[in-house]
C-alpha cells in the first residue's frame, strides 16, 4: 500500500473543523505521525467518525510501527484482497473513553474500542483491547498476545487524548485461525471433528476454554473470573475455580489467558473437559492432568488426536502468559510456548 505523507488538515477539510485541537496535535508530531496522517487522510469516514468523536483515546502508532506493519506480505496481501481492512485496523486504534497514562496499572483492563464492525468483530460494545502497565510501562494487548507501548503518552485534546504506540495493534481473528496461528492445532481439528465450526464462528460474546461443552455464552476476561459455576452452549455446566491466583475449570489448569479472538475471547487449558464431572477437584501440585475420561490415555508416540488435514502454521507467534501476584501485581511475559503454565491475575 502506497502511503502519501500529506497534511491532515488539508485532506481532512471541513471535517475536522470542530476538533481543531486533535488536528493540532496529529500535526505538531508529524516527524512521527505522518504515516498514521496519510492513512487517515485516505478515510474519509474514519475522519467524520473522529471529527464527531468525544471521550475518546487515541492509540496512534508511529511512522516506524505502521511502515513496518505495511510492508509485512501477509499484510499487503490482506489489504490487496479487504479494502475495508485499513478502517477497521485504525477503528480498533480509538478506546470508547478518555484513558490518560495514569488510568492503567498492573491489573489488566480490556477496554472496549471503536472497532464495532460485524464484518470484523461479534462482541457487545466493540472489539476489545487489553490494557495495563508492565514493568512501569502502559502496554497494549491484542490478538495472539502480542504487545505495543506507549513511548508517548497523554497527548491531549479536546474530545480525548492521544497516545503514541510503538507496534500496530492486530485486530483479533476468528476463532480457527487465532487457534491455528497459536499452533494450538489439536484444537481446530476437534473443533472441526465436533462439526461445530461454523456455530463458533456464527456466535456473539463467547468465553472458549478450548466443542460446544468447552464454550462459554458470555465474555469472560480474566479480571472477570470468579469461584463460579458457568452453563455452556452445550447446556452444561463447568465448575470455576480460583485456587493461588490460578484458575481452574473442572480440574483444568488454565495455562494461556485472555487470547483475543473476534467474537470473544480464549482462555487455553492443559485438558479436557468432561461434562459428566463436574465436581471433580483440580491437583494443584499435579505436574501433568489426569485423563478426565475413564479408560483414556495420553498418547505416548508423541502424536496430537485430531490434527490429521490441519495445515501446522509456518511461523508462531509468541504468545504471553500473566505471571505474578494476581489482582494487580505481578507482570506479563512473553513465551513462545503456548502451554506453559502461570497464575492469571483474576477477580478473585
Known sequence: MQIKNLSLLALA???????????????????????????????????????????????????????EFLKA???MQAVAADPGLVAAILSYHVLNGTYYASA???????????????TYTNITGGQRVQAQTVGGNVTFFTALRENSTVSQGNLNFTAGTVHIIDKVLSVPGSINTTLQQANLTAAVG?????????????????????LSYHVVGSVLYSPQITNTSLTTLGGG????????????????????PNILVENGVVHVIDGV?????????????????????????????????FTSGVEAPSTTPPVATETG?????????TTTSSTQAAPMRTAA
Not at 24 to 48: D, F, K, M, R, Y
Not at 190 to 210: E, G, P
Not at 275 to 299: C, I, K, L
Open 13 to 67: 477539510g471541513t471535517a475536522f473543523a470542530q476538533q481543531s485541537n486533535l488536528t493540532e496535535v496529529l500535526t505538531s508530531q508529524n516527524s512521527t505521525l505522518s504515516t498514521l496522517i496519510g492513512l487517515l487522510g485516505q478515510q474519509p469516514a474514519i475522519l467524520q467518525g473522529l471529527a464527531q468523536a468525544q471521550n475518546i483515546t487515541i492509540l496512534a502508532p508511529s511512522n516506524a510501527a505502521l511502515e
Open 73 to 75: 506480505p501477509a499484510v
Open 104 to 118: 492503567f496499572t498492573e491489573q489488566p483492563q480490556f477496554i472496549p474500542t471503536l472497532l464495532q464492525n460485524e
Open 190 to 210: 476437534a473443533i472441526r471433528a465436533a462439526n461445530v465450526t461454523s456455530t463458533l464462528a456464527a456466535a456473539k460474546d463467547l468465553t472458549i476454554f478450548i
Open 237 to 256: 455446566n463447568v465448575t470455576v475455580r480460583v485456587i493461588n491466583e490460578t484458575v481452574y475449570v473442572n480440574e483444568a489448569k488454565v495455562v494461556v
Open 273 to 305: 473437559l468432561n461434562p459428566n464431572n463436574t465436581s471433580v477437584q483440580p491437583d494443584t501440585s499435579a505436574s501433568t492432568r489426569a485423563p478426565a475420561y475413564s479408560g483414556a490415555s495420553t498418547a505416548t508416540d508423541g502424536s496430537n488426536p
Open 325 to 333: 501476584a494476581g489482582n494487580g501485581g505481578g507482570a506479563v511475559q
